[in-house]
């Protein structure tokens, strides 16, 4: 499916954003950047609009990655989950996972998705946004999925996986699937095709 072209680099330790471009054919792997994410979060979001902060994160990792691998394509993503402009960290407790729960029941929230594309000074950059309304669920209900979902509640920000059990959190869902996954693949395709990586 690739033309004979440089490697692609995924700037990231997801595997749901490896799994979406591996599912889409493309030939990669996978070369988690150094950046202090968590830092660079509380550093941004003091600073810009969500969408921003998940844009400025993802150039952040491409450009961290390719100043080891600089004749490769480099993807960098990053997602922002934001409640109005509070944003919300990756919980580090089942009891701060709990309280991030408790304070999206019954509202909506936004997952802003950025990816962006390095490649010998060309950049492309991609930001798409979800809306997510979590229902009014019971306490007894809460105490379910944490007992059922587990500690994998702490390894997604918002306390959920919409592709498997979080999905019983919503009442609504509005946005692209993959965005909401983390990777806004349909335009990064494009831009591939653009520069002749993919065909057209």
């Known amino acids: 499916m690739q033309s004979d072209y440089p490697e692609i680099i ?3 330790a997801s595997q749901a954003r490896a799994a979406i471009l591996a599912s889409a054919g493309l030939r990669f792997h996978t070369q988690p950047s150094r950046v202090d994410e968590a830092e660079e979060h509380k550093h941004f979001a003091r600073n810009i609009a969500p969408p921003d902060v998940a844009l400025a994160l993802a150039r952040l ?3 961290n990655v390719l100043e080891a691998e600089p004749g490769a394509i480099v993807i960098g993503a990053d997602q922002v989950l934001a409640v109005g402009n509070e944003i919300l960290q990756k919980p580090r407790s089942q009891e701060e996972a709990r309280g991030q729960l408790l304070k999206l ?6 997952l802003h998705s950025a990816a962006v594309l390095l490649h010998r000074g060309h950049v492309a950059q991609f930001v798409d946004t979800a809306t ?13 999925y944490m007992e059922t979902a587990g500690e994998g509640v702490q390894t997604s920000v918002g306390a959920y996986h919409i592709e498997g059990l979080g999905i019983h959190l919503f009442s609504e869902v509005k946005g692209d699937y ?3 996954l983390g990777m806004p693949i349909v335009p990064v395709l494009e831009e591939l095709r653009r520069i002749s990586v993919l065909k057209k």
């Open 10 to 12: 995924l700037a990231s």
């Open 61 to 63: 990792k491409a450009d």
């Open 105 to 110: 029941r019954g509202r909506q929230h936004q």
């Open 132 to 144: 997510l309304t979590m229902r009014d669920f019971t306490d007894d209900f809460l105490d379910w």
């Open 178 to 180: 993959f965005t909401i």
